[in-house]
């Protein structure tokens, strides 16, 4: 049982460099992790790819994650499930 086990870790820049490396580190150590990333690329459009990928990694290595690759203003709260990208978190 990994020290983070039913914990949910939301990582904002988790698409690439130091995010990335914080959301596997996370799901790692047994936290679900939500990957938001907005993808801006060189001309400020976004792009969900990145948040997906990593996403797509740690469900590979048997975590729960899900991509999150826009803005959102407001979380749910109150216990259930949150959908990211469509992966259960």
């Known amino acids: 049982m ?3 086990e039913g ?6 820049g988790g ?11 996370l799901a790692a150590a047994g936290a679900r992790v939500v990957v938001n990333d907005l993808g801006g690329g060189l ?3 976004g792009d969900g790819d990145a948040a997906n990928a990593v996403a797509e990694e740690i469900r590979d290595a048997g975590g729960l994650a899900g991509g999150h690759p826009g803005r959102r203003r407001r979380w749910a709260g109150g216990g259930g499930e949150h959908r990211a990208g469509g992966g259960a978190v």
């Open 2 to 4: 990994g020290l983070l």
């Open 43 to 45: 001309n400020g459009a």
């Open 7 to 12: 914990k949910v870790a939301v990582v904002t």
């Open 15 to 25: 698409g690439r460099g130091l995010g990335r490396c914080h959301a596997l580190a």
